[in-house]
């Protein structure tokens, strides 16, 4: 008998913490991921258009490095450089009583939030999931799902850094006989997730001549068509439908805005594709048999 099996407690317990440590990693991806991505296009602008953007190709030139790793995380306000126990995931946000100790300017309660967050969503998939090398790809897509789903609440993108190597991962894992879904669902799962959006987004434009959505929700249905397969992506986009529709006008009676306001659709489908990968096609199946007879 193995360790798992005498102790089975031991991988919840151990995604948990896993997901507690990759939360303060996400915690970065989302606020800087969106800030690369930015200086990379006025770079790209400066080097296709010297002549329109002068002073952006001088600045891109010399602008200090800046990625995932490089500069170390500091307080926006005192430019304190946080150091490793300042960083410890929840634990050092409740010792400094959320505060820099620094400076004693308040640190946002987010930081801790987004990652008890990635620590309960990865103690869900390892309660729900049997454990397996699927579960623990699970686990990774759940993190992906929620680094998408905050950079599309703050800066309304997708970047497909994230969303094409997640498609691709569905896709490889269902040649390497990993996923539940078979080498043809994924691939046409994701072609459809893709064609889906695509469709709706030309027929609003055509109708309506604006654009209802933007090209990251169309590959994040992909992704989510590449791991759930074809059959899952109707509960996909009804559930994320739903969702948005409900939020949207509580959004709208809350901060009195109006229909044309735009608002981010890709944490609605994010949510929908993760309730999908773990409950999907039982609540399906619970649904057809209910009210279908089927």
Same mark, same amino acid.
């Given at each position: 008998m193995d360790l798992l099996t005498l102790t089975p407690w031991l991988f919840p317990v151990g995604a948990a913490i #896993?997901?507690?440590?990759?939360? /303060?990693?996400? @915690?970065?991806?989302?606020?800087?991921?969106? &800030?690369?991505?930015e200086r990379q296009w006025q770079a790209e602008c400066a080097e296709? #258009?010297?002549?329109?953007?002068? /002073? %952006?190709? =001088?600045? /891109?030139?010399?602008?200090?490095?800046? @990625?995932? *790793? &490089?500069p170390r995380s500091r307080c926006p306000h005192c430019q304190h450089a946080i150091s490793a126990w300042e960083n410890i995931p929840v634990i050092s946000w409740l010792l400094l009583k959320g505060r820099c100790r620094h400076c004693q300017a308040p640190i946002s309660a987010r930081y801790p939030a987004i990652e008890t967050f990635t620590a309960l969503v990865a103690l869900t998939v390892a309660l729900v999931l049997p454990t397996s090398e699927w579960t623990i790809a699970v686990i990774f897509f759940s993190f992906a799902l929620i680094a998408l789903a905050f950079i599309d609440i703050d800066n309304m993108l997708l970047p497909d850094s994230i =969303?094409?190597? !997640?498609?691709?991962?569905?896709?490889?894992? %269902? !040649?390497?006989?990993?996923?539940? &879904? *078979? !080498?043809?669902?994924a691939v046409i799962g994701a072609m459809a997730g893709y064609l889906a959006l695509w469709s709706v987004y030309w027929? +609003?434009?055509?109708? =309506?001549?604006k654009e209802g959505?933007?090209?990251g929700d169309f590959k994040l249905l992909a992704a989510l068509g590449? $791991?759930?397969?074809?059959?899952?992506?109707p509960f996909v986009v009804l559930t994320s439908s739903l969702l948005g529709a409900v939020c949207g006008?509580?959004?709208?009676?809350?901060?009195? /805005?109006?229909?044309? =306001?735009? +608002? *981010?659709?890709?944490?609605?489908?994010?949510?929908?594709? $993760?309730?999908?990968?773990? $409950?999907?096609?039982?609540? &399906?199946? $619970?649904?057809? *048999?209910?009210?279908?007879?089927?």
């Amino acid at each position: 008998m193995d360790l798992l099996t005498l102790t089975p407690w031991l991988f919840p317990v151990g995604a948990a913490i #896993f997901g507690l440590l990759i939360g /303060s990693f996400l @915690n970065v991806v989302i606020y800087r991921l969106p &800030v690369m991505m930015e200086r990379q296009w006025q770079a790209e602008c400066a080097e296709s #258009f010297p002549d329109a953007f002068p /002073s %952006a190709a =001088t600045d /891109s030139a010399e602008q200090a490095p800046f @990625n995932l *790793s &490089v500069p170390r995380s500091r307080c926006p306000h005192c430019q304190h450089a946080i150091s490793a126990w300042e960083n410890i995931p929840v634990i050092s946000w409740l010792l400094l009583k959320g505060r820099c100790r620094h400076c004693q300017a308040p640190i946002s309660a987010r930081y801790p939030a987004i990652e008890t967050f990635t620590a309960l969503v990865a103690l869900t998939v390892a309660l729900v999931l049997p454990t397996s090398e699927w579960t623990i790809a699970v686990i990774f897509f759940s993190f992906a799902l929620i680094a998408l789903a905050f950079i599309d609440i703050d800066n309304m993108l997708l970047p497909d850094s994230i =969303t094409l190597p !997640l498609m691709w991962a569905g896709i490889l894992l %269902a !040649l390497l006989g990993y996923s539940p &879904v *078979s !080498l043809q669902d994924a691939v046409i799962g994701a072609m459809a997730g893709y064609l889906a959006l695509w469709s709706v987004y030309w027929l +609003f434009k055509l109708i =309506t001549g604006k654009e209802g959505m933007g090209y990251g929700d169309f590959k994040l249905l992909a992704a989510l068509g590449a $791991w759930l397969g074809w059959q899952l992506l109707p509960f996909v986009v009804l559930t994320s439908s739903l969702l948005g529709a409900v939020c949207g006008l509580i959004m709208m009676r809350m901060q009195q /805005s109006d229909s044309q =306001t735009p +608002f *981010s659709f890709g944490p609605y489908l994010a949510l929908a594709g $993760w309730i999908a990968i773990l $409950w999907g096609e039982p609540l &399906v199946n $619970w649904y057809l *048999s209910s009210y279908l007879g089927m």
